[in-house]
């Protein structure tokens, strides 16, 4: 399988996007891969898939290599004797944060009629937003994690108890996430929490609460990763996630009962449904008192989540061959013709 592997972007979460691609090239050995990153300023680089390493990025060294443009059906680099369509079966979205979570990637590759691998423009916006999450969960009959919003000029007050912790609600990898304890921590909490985003989700910290994240698409049938109970300190943080994402060899099963993984597969699947078809998400669950909580939605989880399926590779390309498509509308300007006929004009 040729596969396509977009990423970087303008992003706080730029840097796990590298670290995300550069695992692909350990997890996907059977399939031939072409890299073309995303600058910080939005350009296009065809990256050599031999050379692809973190000092590649992190020294500019990237700009040396072929910039694409794109034109209907895909990426070209330009020549003296013509474009050069770079060739491509699907294109795999591995852009975390902004560009790639929000939908932008997504409406990009719609436009140019690109088979491509990602949430869709809808899924995007409602996974993106973690108080969007919340209402979708809600009207899908998935319980969430309680929650306060608080927007930048909102006064500086929440009703829930202590202790609590403050999330950017358009923001992963535990970026401005902190835990508040006290009162008098607050303003702190979310003066750094606002360094990123205008617009904050306060949730009740649970010491020592069960967490565990499920996996999975839908092809022609369900396709259900493992669950995984992520070791953890209190909480994931930015560093233990950065290490995560890096992941290429399959984790344990969590020990829990079948009960229990049934509920939390069949609420995967609701929040899944119809609306993430084409993509590979992750869900992250609570267990609190025997009742399962949705904590977040990966709409492009770390590394994919490779880590939590038997045969990543195997998978992906049975995706790849059941990826929704929009229908072909055909404008005939009948209208206008029955206008212009009315007015007794050719």
Same mark, same amino acid.
């Given at each position: 399988m040729n596969i396509t592997i977009l990423f970087g972007g303008s992003s706080f979460e730029h840097e796990i996007s590298i670290v995300?691609?550069?695992?692909?090239?350990?997890?996907?050995?059977?399939?031939?891969?072409?890299?073309?990153?995303?600058?910080?300023?939005?350009?296009?680089?065809?990256?050599?898939?031999?050379?692809?390493?973190?000092?590649?990025?992190?020294?500019?060294?990237?700009?040396?290599?072929?910039?694409?443009?794109?034109?209907?059906?895909?990426?070209?680099?330009?020549?003296?004797?013509?474009?050069?369509? &770079?060739?491509?079966?699907?294109?795999?979205?591995l852009i975390h944060g902004r560009d790639g979570e929000d939908g932008k990637m997504a409406s990009m590759m719609e436009f140019y009629d690109m088979?491509?691998?990602?949430?869709?423009?809808?899924?995007?916006?409602?996974?993106?937003?973690?108080?969007?999450?919340?209402?979708?969960?809600?009207?899908?009959?998935?319980?969430?994690?309680?929650?306060?919003?608080?927007?930048?000029?909102?006064?500086?007050?929440?009703?829930?108890?202590?202790?609590?912790? &403050?999330?950017?609600?358009?923001?992963?990898?535990?970026?401005?996430?902190?835990?508040?304890?006290?009162?008098?921590?607050?303003?702190? /909490?979310?003066?750094?929490?606002?360094?990123?985003?205008?617009?904050?989700?306060?949730?009740?910290?649970?010491?020592?609460?069960?967490?565990?994240?499920? /996996?999975?698409?839908?092809?022609?049938?369900?396709?259900?990763?493992?669950?995984?109970?992520?070791?953890?300190?209190?909480?994931?943080?930015?560093?233990?996630?950065?290490?995560d994402f890096s992941r290429d060899s399959q984790v344990l099963s969590a020990d829990i009962s079948d009960t229990l993984a049934l509920q939390i597969q069949e609420s995967f699947k609701s929040i899944y449904g119809t609306l993430f078809k084409g993509s590979i998400i992750r869900c992250d669950f609570f267990v609190v008192d025997g009742e399962v909580l949705l904590n977040e939605i990966n709409p492009i989880p770390g590394s994919m989540a490779n880590y939590l399926f038997e045969d990543f590779e195997v998978m992906l390309g049975r995706l790849s061959q059941n990826l929704p498509r929009e229908s072909a509308i055909n404008i005939d300007y009948k209208y206008i013709h029955s206008i212009q006929s009315a007015k007794g004009k050719a």
């Amino acid at each position: 399988m040729n596969i396509t592997i977009l990423f970087g972007g303008s992003s706080f979460e730029h840097e796990i996007s590298i670290v995300s691609a550069i695992t692909m090239k350990k997890v996907l050995k059977n399939s031939s891969l072409t890299y073309i990153f995303v600058s910080s300023d939005r350009k296009f680089y065809l990256i050599d898939t031999d050379k692809i390493n973190s000092k590649l990025f992190s020294s500019g060294e990237y700009k040396k290599s072929k910039e694409l443009v794109l034109k209907q059906g895909g990426f070209y680099s330009l020549g003296m004797f013509g474009d050069k369509k &770079i060739e491509s079966e699907v294109t795999l979205n591995l852009i975390h944060g902004r560009d790639g979570e929000d939908g932008k990637m997504a409406s990009m590759m719609e436009f140019y009629d690109m088979p491509y691998i990602s949430p869709r423009l809808e899924a995007s916006a409602l996974s993106y937003n973690k108080l969007y999450t919340k209402f979708l969960a809600q009207n899908l009959g998935v319980k969430t994690v309680p929650y306060e919003h608080l927007s930048m000029n909102d006064k500086r007050k929440i009703s829930m108890a202590y202790p609590v912790i &403050i999330k950017p609600v358009c923001l992963g990898s535990s970026i401005g996430v902190s835990i508040v304890r006290e009162a008098k921590d607050l303003d702190y /909490a979310l003066d750094v929490a606002f360094e990123y985003d205008n617009d904050v989700i306060v949730e009740p910290f649970i010491e020592g609460v069960k967490e565990f994240n499920q /996996a999975g698409c839908f092809t022609s049938k369900w396709e259900l990763s493992i669950i995984e109970e992520p070791q953890k300190e209190e909480f994931l943080d930015f560093e233990k996630k950065y290490m995560d994402f890096s992941r290429d060899s399959q984790v344990l099963s969590a020990d829990i009962s079948d009960t229990l993984a049934l509920q939390i597969q069949e609420s995967f699947k609701s929040i899944y449904g119809t609306l993430f078809k084409g993509s590979i998400i992750r869900c992250d669950f609570f267990v609190v008192d025997g009742e399962v909580l949705l904590n977040e939605i990966n709409p492009i989880p770390g590394s994919m989540a490779n880590y939590l399926f038997e045969d990543f590779e195997v998978m992906l390309g049975r995706l790849s061959q059941n990826l929704p498509r929009e229908s072909a509308i055909n404008i005939d300007y009948k209208y206008i013709h029955s206008i212009q006929s009315a007015k007794g004009k050719a």
